[in-house]
């Protein structure tokens, strides 16, 4: 990473703690690692998303 972007990028410094199906989470680490991504790499990428689509709603 270069050394613009380490200063850009912000700080991850908190935790969301979710209870999901077992199986369900199973199956979406699984399908995560045969897609060569994280499932906390998945998830911040859906909850930007989200917040993307619902800002400009509210707009």
Not at 2 to 31: C, H, M, P, W, Y
Not at 40 to 50: L, N, P, S
């Amino acid at each position: 990473m270069t050394e613009k972007k380490k200063t850009k990028a912000k700080k991850k410094n908190s935790q969301l703690v979710i209870r999901i199906n077992g199986e369900q989470r199973d199956e979406f680490v699984s399908l995560c690692d045969e897609l060569d991504t994280s499932a906390a790499r998945e998830i911040r990428r859906f909850i930007r998303g989200f917040l993307e689509e619902h800002a400009q709603k509210e707009e």
